[in-house]
């Protein structure tokens, strides 16, 4: 009988040792003076795991009245514990639900409430959420009410079907939703375990939470979902289909983040920016300039159009302001000056602030028709970027090319400098009307991250692109949309029409830096530009370039007017 009892306790010992309880256990032991979230923080600390969440983000939680927190569920134990520490910063109300076992440990009754995954009735429990949230206060689901898994049909981790009780409760209580989004897997044993039998998979997360330790992990917070946005969906499985894609998409952007690697090819360190052109040589030179550069002239600005060799000094300030500006936002050569033997050729529309003796914005532009007789296709900036087959010859002659425009960062909160350099192009063409099309590449900066390229890419591909014309054009680099982007893209956006504002939406939620839609496309969508594809441009940090066509008499009769 002792032999017996003595067999059975190394049994036990070594399965609460494989499960990470004994561990666990120990754990506890040292830290049952505490309560709470101080028990939390004290316990992580043990461990040294930490998160990682933007201030941006942070500022998205609301500071008052009740909001359901919803969050995706990769590690178990540790994505509750973590969402505690990180909501109690803003909301020291904010309690999580969580599974049955946790109500009978005292130390954490104050930040949970109960609800087991293994039991139909959860009336009980519900009404309890409910009442929290009817008093003002915050709460976070899991709505899947089971940790992350792989799954065959769609190759990855992630998580099961969210329940319909999870969603329903959201439905009722009519409350804003925060989506939180925790990235990072479990361990494969995790998955494989949960192969064999689900029961496999719920007994090894203690062992997971203990096997995070020194990790960071990182977390996303997405903007409040107002009741208003999740109830016009009729059915709970579109509101849960909503609701998921809403979560997942805040991964995207940490997902790309996660597999960038610096281009060796690429030259990291940039050479030291030219030195400033004296103001008087500047000044000089303005004042040489023929009345005809003179495009106009409004409030302190005067916009000019010149070649390169009437203005030797300003070109080099020009390309010197262009590098600076251009490195400000994750783009530029890395040369101390951005200047290249198509400037030699090109004309060059530049905004002079009198009041200040300096160039503030400019833009180059190309003339079809003499650059195909003089030089040919090759001639063109865009063809170092995008092959030309010969259909697309007569736009080469009958167009402009435009490139290189820049507007100084301390005058890019005024619109006043952009606006101009379009009213110039405006009357450049009113005063070369032979010319039909406007042509050239709009750079997106690293500073985005891979899948808010594929979003752009994707959402273009739907609304703004003429696959006619892309036919005649081909990247010399083609870029390779490598994220799950454009799932959430079709479930979130309206499939009939473009709407930037939502593809602004996406590209915020993508990226905790908020990045909205890059301003030239913006300005192209105004003109009913076009795009005809994308190119990855390994000689400018390797940005992402959009070839972009404008056809001038499709162009809104309401911009021209603003216009002129």
């Keep these: 009988m002792m032999k017996e009892l003595g067999t059975n306790k190394m049994i036990t010992e070594l399965i609460m040792k494989t499960l990470g309880l004994s561990a666990m256990n120990e754990m506890y032991t040292k830290l049952s003076r505490y309560e709470g979230i101080e028990l939390i923080e004290k316990a992580l600390d043990m461990l040294n795991i930490s998160f990682e969440v933007s201030d941006e983000d942070l500022a998205k939680i609301p500071k008052e009245g009740a909001f359901i927190s919803i969050s995706n569920h990769p590690y178990g134990l540790l994505d509750g514990v973590l969402l505690l520490q990180m909501m109690n910063k803003v909301r020291p109300d904010f309690k999580v639900t969580a599974n049955h076992f946790l109500e009978v440990m005292k130390p954490f009754q104050d930040l949970f409430i109960s609800v087991d995954p293994f039991r139909k009735k959860k009336l009980n429990a519900f009404s309890k959420v409910l009442k929290t949230l009817d008093e003002g206060n915050s709460i976070g689901l899991f709505p899947a009410g089971e940790v992350s898994t792989y799954y065959n049909s769609n190759k990855r981790i992630e998580d099961g079907p969210w329940t319909k009780s999870s969603i329903r409760l959201i439905k009722s209580a009519n409350a804003p939703v925060v989506p939180v989004y925790f990235h990072g897997v479990n361990s494969w044993m995790f998955h494989l375990l949960g192969k064999v039998h689900p029961s496999l998979r719920t007994m090894q997360i203690p062992k997971e939470f203990l096997n995070k330790k020194g990790n960071k992990i990182k977390i996303r917070i997405g903007q409040p979902i107002q009741p208003k946005e999740y109830q016009k969906h009729e059915t709970v499985e579109e509101i849960s289909s909503f609701l998921r894609n809403k979560t997942y998409l805040l991964g995207e952007g940490l997902k790309s983040q996660k597999f960038l690697k610096p281009n060796k090819k690429v030259k990291t360190e940039a050479e030291p920016l030219f030195q400033p052109i004296p103001k008087d040589v500047l000044v000089g030179e303005i004042k040489d300039l023929s009345s005809s550069s003179l495009l106009f002239s409004q409030k302190q600005y005067d916009v000019y159009i010149c070649p390169s060799e009437e203005i030797p000094y300003i070109l080099l300030e020009i390309g010197r302001l262009r590098e600076k500006t251009f490195r400000d936002v994750g783009e530029g050569t890395n040369h101390s000056i951005d200047l290249d033997r198509f400037d030699e050729y090109y004309q060059h529309l530049f905004i002079w602030d009198k009041e200040e003796s300096r160039v ?146 996406l590209l915020m939620e993508i990226d905790s830096k908020k990045y909205k839609v890059p301003v030239l496309i913006r300005q192209y969508i105004k003109l009913n530009g076009k795009i005809i594809g994308f190119n990855t441009d390994p000689k400018f940090n390797n940005c992402l370039d959009g070839f972009i066509l404008v056809d001038v008499l499709n162009i809104p009769q309401k911009v021209t007017n603003q216009l002129n």
């Design 360 to 505: 503030i914005g400019s833009y180059r532009i190309g003339k079809g028709d003499e650059i195909m007789e003089h030089v040919g296709k090759k001639g063109f900036y865009t063809n170092t970027l995008f092959k030309y087959k010969d259909g697309f010859k007569p736009i080469l002659r009958q167009g402009i090319e435009l490139g290189r425009s820049f507007v100084i960062k301390e005058k890019q909160k005024d619109a006043f400098p952009l606006f101009f350099l379009w009213k110039g192009i405006n009357i450049y063409l009113k005063r070369n009307p032979h010319y039909r099309y406007m042509f050239g590449s709009v750079s997106i900066s690293n500073d985005y991250s891979d899948a808010s390229k594929d979003a752009i890419i994707y959402y273009s591909h739907k609304f703004l692109y003429d696959h006619e014309l892309s036919h005649l054009i081909k990247p010399r680099k083609k870029y390779k949309i490598t994220s799950n982007v454009q799932e959430f893209i079709d479930e979130l956006t309206n499939k009939e029409y473009f709407n930037i504002n939502e593809l602004d939406k």
